[in-house]
T-cell receptor, first 112, second 115 residues
Framework: SQTIHQWPATLVQPVGSPLSLECTVE??????LYWYRQAAGRGLQLLFY??????ISSEVPQNLSASRPQDRQFILSSKKLLLSDSGFYLC???????????FGPGTRLTVL | AQKVTQAQTEISVVEKEDVTLDCVYE???????LFWYKQPPSGELVFLIR??????QNEISGRYSWNFQKSTSSFNFTITASQVVDSAVYFC????????????FGKGTKLSVKP
């Protein structure tokens, strides 16, 4: 069966510091991978998606970037965090772009 | 443009009551897919159900049931005999070929089930 991992689970970072969040999927190959952010207010916003190694699509302009160095690894990064980057970050995967997306446990980021 | 509306921001019920969570969607695509996810306090989104636009059959899974009506563009979710463990935020979502598979979420409904 497939499993999706995210780490760290929680993170508290000062403004201006760098960020690296990691997501990995087990039990499948060539998945589509997604990063979402959920700010206070509960709405989920798609940030990035990737259909293959090195292929990244950005949905909204922002302070963040994503990379996919390996087939089942998706990384969310920032060079300098802003207060507005605080939120709950969820990684998800699916096999096809209209297939069911399955989510990881999330990373709660607080920028102070 | 695609849109999902969950008009109920918060609902509070007493255990064993039935509760219906509303979801209204908008899309011009004829092929689309609807989803419900549950987000318990731990934060992880748990997949509950997926329906495609060609299948209007209602579905029942234990205490959960879903009513899909294309005529009113609605995909409502009913929990029968609610339990405290049902307390969570529930999201309805939509994806279409036209949206390139991007999942459009409603704002969620927070359900509190009190003992």
């Amino acid at each position: 069966s497939q499993t999706i991992h995210q780490w760290p689970a929680t993170l508290v970072q000062p403004v201006g510091s760098p960020l690296s969040l990691e997501c990995t999927v087990e039990g499948t190959s060539n998945p589509n991978l997604y990063w979402y952010r959920q700010a206070a207010g509960r709405g989920l916003q798609l940030l990035f998606y990737s259909v293959g190694i090195g292929q990244i699509s950005s949905e909204v302009p922002q302070n963040l970037s994503a990379s996919r160095p390996q087939d089942r690894q998706f990384i969310l990064s920032s060079k300098k965090l802003l207060l507005s980057d605080s939120g709950f970050y969820l990684c998800a995967w699916d096999r096809d772009r209209t297939d069911t997306q399955y989510f990881g446990p999330g990373t709660r980021l607080t920028v102070l | 443009a695609q849109k999902v509306t969950q008009a109920q921001t918060e609902i509070s019920v007493v255990e064993k009551e039935d509760v219906t969570l509303d979801c209204v969607y908008e899309t011009r695509d004829t092929t689309y897919y609807l989803f419900w996810y549950k987000q318990p306090p731990s934060g992880e989104l748990v997949f509950l159900i997926r329906r495609n636009s060609f299948d209007e059959q209602n579905e029942i899974s234990g205490r959960y049931s879903w009513n899909f009506q294309k005529s009113t563009s609605s995909f409502n979710f009913t929990i029968t005999a609610s339990q405290v463990v049902d307390s969570a935020v529930y999201f309805c979502a939509l994806t279409t070929r036209g949206s390139q598979g991007n999942l459009i979420f409603g704002k969620g409904t927070k359900l509190s089930v009190k003992p």
